[in-house]
C-alpha cells in the first residue's frame, strides 16, 4: 500500500489512538485499508476517517459532512456520519496544522459484481443521481461554510503534475468553462466522484448506497453526469467497448429523468468534461505516486489515461 507522504510526515499511533478516543473506537480494532488522501481504518462495524489540514482542511470537510446529512434526511441511502463521544460530527486534532476526523456507520454491502453491470444498473445510477441534484435544489447554502468552485478544490492543483502538452489541453478547457453561464436550474452542488468504488449494493433489491462526499463542489450538473459515465467506463469488462458511453447514457439518462432534466445543450457539454476528468486524474495520480516505482496495475491505468487524453483531445480539435 502506497501511503500519502504527508502522512508519513505527520501521522503517528498517538494521533490514532486520540482519533480512536474521541469515537469509542479500541484502538486495535482500526485497520488500515487506504492511504491516499486519508488514512481510512476499518474498525468493525465502524469506519474512522482521518485528514490532514495539507489536503483538505476542517472547513471543506463542514460543507461536505452538512451536504451528506441533508441528503440522508431527504431519504437517499446515503452512508451514516456517527457523532464523537462529544456529539460532534467532525472531530479536531492541532490547531493550524491539524488532523480532522470523521466517523461513518459501516455500510453492510458488496461492490458491484460484472454480471449486473448492464442497462438496468446504468438506469438506477440515472436515478440515483437525478435524485442528488433534484435534492440540490431544494438545498439552502449555509452562510457560515465556504463552499467551493470546482476550480477551487484541492484536487484542482494536482493539474501542474501534467505534462506541458496536457496543461495546455487543461487551460484551454478551464477557459472555455469560464465562459459557460450557471444558472441554478443547471449548477450547484455536486457529488463528483460517483464510481463504483465509492457505493455499496445492499440487500436483495440490490440499493445503492453512496459514500465518499470528499470531492463535493459547485459545478455543473452535466459535469457530475460525466464523471459517472467516465468511471463506468473503467470498469474491465467494458474498457475496451468503443461505444460504451453512448450505451451508458442511453439508459442512464431514462432514470435520471425520471427525477430531474438538464436541457440538451448542458447535455452537449460532456465530452469536454470528460476529457477534463482525464486531466483530473492523471494529474492525482501523478502527483499521489510521485516518483515511486509503479506496480503494473498502476503503469497500465496512466497508459489507459493518456491514451484516453489523447483520443478525445483529437477528437474535439483541442
Known amino acids: 500500500m502506497i501511503i500519502n507522504k504527508v502522512f508519513e510526515k505527520y501521522f503517528n499511533d498517538a494521533i490514532l489512538l486520540e482519533s480512536c478516543k474521541r469515537f469509542g473506537i479500541e484502538k486495535s480494532a482500526a485497520k488500515l485499508i487506504r492511504a491516499n488522501n486519508n488514512l481510512i481504518f476499518d474498525c468493525g462495524d465502524k469506519i474512522l476517517r482521518i485528514s490532514h489540514s495539507e489536503i483538505r482542511n476542517f472547513d471543506d470537510i463542514k460543507v461536505e459532512i452538512h451536504w451528506l446529512n441533508f441528503l440522508r434526511n431527504k431519504g437517499l441511502s446515503i452512508v451514516k456520519v456517527i457523532n464523537s463521544n462529544e456529539s460532534i460530527a467532525i472531530e479536531k486534532i492541532g490547531l493550524e496544522d491539524h488532523f480532522s476526523i470523521v466517523c461513518f456507520e459501516k455500510i453492510m454491502g458488496s461492490q458491484i459484481e460484472a454480471s449486473d453491470w448492464n442497462e438496468l444498473h446504468f438506469e438506477k445510477l440515472g436515478d440515483f443521481v437525478g435524485k442528488l441534484h433534484k435534492f440540490g435544489q431544494q438545498y439552502t447554502e449555509q452562510e457560515e461554510l465556504d463552499y467551493k468552485h470546482w476550480n477551487e478544490i484541492d484536487e484542482y492543483g494536482s493539474f501542474i503534475y501534467l505534462s506541458k502538452a496536457n496543461f495546455k489541453i487543461h487551460n484551454k478547457l478551464v477557459a472555455e468553462f469560464n465562459s459557460y453561464s450557471k444558472p441554478k436550474e443547471s449548477y450547484g452542488l455536486i457529488h463528483y466522484d460517483f464510481h463504483r468504488g465509492n457505493y455499496l449494493m445492499t440487500g436483495k433489491e440490490k440499493k445503492i448506497v453512496l459514500f465518499d462526499f470528499e470531492m463535493v463542489c459547485k459545478s455543473w450538473y452535466a459535469n457530475d453526469v460525466a464523471a459517472v459515465v ?37 447535455k452537449e457539454k460532456i465530452p469536454k468534461f470528460l476529457l477534463y476528468r482525464d486531466l483530473l486524474l492523471l494529474g492525482f495520480v501523478s502527483k499521489l505516486w510521485g516518483s515511486k516505482i509503479l506496480d503494473r496495475g498502476q503503469v497500465a491505468l496512466k497508459d489507459r489515461i493518456e491514451k484516453s487524453i489523447a483520443k478525445r483531445s483529437s477528437s474535439l480539435r483541442l
Not at 230 to 248: G, I, L, S
Not at 256 to 262: A, M, R, S, V, W
Open 230 to 266: 467516465y468511471y463506468a467506463k473503467h470498469f474491465a469488462t467494458v474498457r475496451e467497448e468503443e461505444n460504451f458511453e453512448t450505451r451508458f447514457l442511453n439508459s442512464f439518462w431514462k432514470g435520471y429523468e425520471k427525477e430531474y432534466k438538464i436541457d440538451n445543450l448542458e
